[in-house]
Each structure stands twice: as structure tokens, then as C-alpha cells.
């Protein structure tokens, strides 16, 4: 059997699926099934509950949800512009994927891990050290603004190009979240695109997994259903951004 016919449901609960990514939407997403795998598809909701609908996003906001699991964070925007399209991107090992671009009404809204791809800087609970610049905020990460700055050692991401590492002390992207927008103008996660880095991220932050989380096993559980998602403002206690 050919990797690409690979079709296969991974653990009990545990939906992560490995699919042939050109059966997704008709499109390919990925040269290989490792870089794009489906998980629960899960609804976009606010705090209250209700669901988030694509068009009432604030522009430029950082927004923020756990996906696939519900300690790996994610952020949601809706950018100020249409973005590109089928956008070819790589990995560290040169494994390459498409990104075919953000969703809703403007093809404006993104997601994306808040994990960086360097040294797995995220956003917890208690700071983010990685976040969207607005495009007329300045950032010492890059010539301009528009785009997620990781502040640890200044690496900048473009989100309207699949977060294609723009500059900084690495080439790979930030993992996409693979969103679909319904006619009801809800949004959900189905997928995650791109090196997502969860198994190191889930190696290197026992002890914080247990004060948010309540231990590693709980951290790693897939999310289900919905996903709250909040301004990174009322997710994290304090923001740098540089
Ligand atoms: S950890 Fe993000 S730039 Fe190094």
C-alpha cells in the first residue's frame, strides 16, 4: 500500500486521523499524510457559550482556543486582508505542504498553534510570550507589523501566508489549524496542517501541565465538541510583545 492511500484512526478515543490529504475538500494539503492530520471537529464558542461567528471577530484581535488537545493552545484572527492562497510551505525536514488559505465571507480568518516552531515558546495562563502585531504596531522582530512575533529570540511569522517564518532563528512555519466556516457564519477546527511539535511540547512542560492541567495525562486529552476561544487578554495574565 502506497503511504499516500494510508488511511488509518489512531487509539480508542483518541481521533486523531491520518487521512490521504488530497481527500480533504478535494485538495492537497500536504505531500505527505504526516503533516496534516484530522482530529475531532470541534466548534468555535465564546465564553458564554454561544458560538463564535466569524463575522463578529474583532480584526487584528488575538484570539485564542485549545486544539487538539486541551492544552495545546491556538490563536484565532481575522486579518485586515484577504489572504494569500495555496501557499507551499516546508517543514524543518523539507517536507513540504500547502496551505490553501484563510476562511469566512473575506478569506481573513486564520489559526494557528501558539507554539512556536523554534524553541516551543507558548501561550500558558500566566504569560504569552508570542502574539499577532497589529499591522500598524511596530515590532522589533520585523520591518513591519501584520504579523505573530515570537519574543523569545524574535522570530516573526506571517499569517497570511500559511505563518511562513518570515525572520528570526527559524525557517519552519507555525502549524496551521485548519478551520471550516458554515453558511451560519460558525467556525470550526477540524485539522491540524504543518509540524505541529506536540510531542516535544508535551515532553518539555511537565510541571506546567500540572498546575494548569492537573497532570500530563489530562493536558494531552483531545478536545471534544467545542473549544472556548477568548481574547488572548482574558486567557493570559500578562502579554510581551517586542
Ligand atoms: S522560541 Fe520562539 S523564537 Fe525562539
Request: hydrophobic share 40%.
Amino acid at each position: 500500500m502506497k503511504r499516500r492511500d494510508f488511511l488509518k484512526v489512531v487509539g480508542v478515543g483518541a481521533t486523531m486521523i491520518v487521512v490521504q490529504p488530497s481527500m480533504i475538500g478535494q485538495k492537497l494539503y500536504a505531500s505527505d499524510g504526516s503533516m496534516f492530520k484530522t482530529y475531532d471537529k470541534v466548534q468555535l464558542m465564546d465564553a458564554q457559550g454561544d458560538p463564535v461567528l466569524a463575522s463578529n471577530l474583532e480584526k487584528e484581535k488575538n484570539y485564542v482556543f485549545n486544539y487538539p488537545h486541551v492544552a495545546t493552545p491556538c490563536f484565532l484572527l481575522a486579518l485586515p486582508e484577504k489572504t494569500s492562497k495555496d501557499i507551499k510551505l516546508k517543514s524543518e525536514d523539507a517536507e513540504e505542504y500547502i496551505w490553501s488559505g484563510g476562511v469566512g465571507k473575506e478569506n481573513n480568518i486564520v489559526a494557528y498553534t501558539a507554539i512556536c516552531s523554534h524553541q516551543l515558546t507558548h501561550v500558558n495562563p500566566a504569560d504569552s510570550f508570542i502574539s499577532y502585531v497589529p499591522k500598524k504596531q511596530k515590532t522589533i522582530a520585523y520591518t513591519e507589523g501584520g504579523v505573530i512575533v515570537c519574543g523569545t529570540h524574535l522570530a516573526a511569522f506571517d499569517p497570511a501566508k500559511g505563518a511562513k517564518a518570515l525572520s528570526g532563528p527559524t525557517s519552519e512555519p507555525l502549524a496551521s489549524i485548519v478551520l471550516e466556516h458554515h453558511d451560519d457564519d460558525t467556525l470550526w477546527a477540524v485539522a491540524v496542517l504543518g509540524p505541529d511539535k506536540f510531542h516535544s511540547f508535551f515532553k518539555a512542560f511537565k510541571p506546567e501541565f500540572k498546575t494548569y492541567f492537573g497532570g500530563k495525562r489530562k493536558a494531552k486529552k483531545f478536545v471534544t465538541a467545542s473549544a472556548q476561544t477568548v481574547p488572548l487578554t482574558e486567557y493570559t495574565k500578562e502579554i510581551v510583545q517586542y
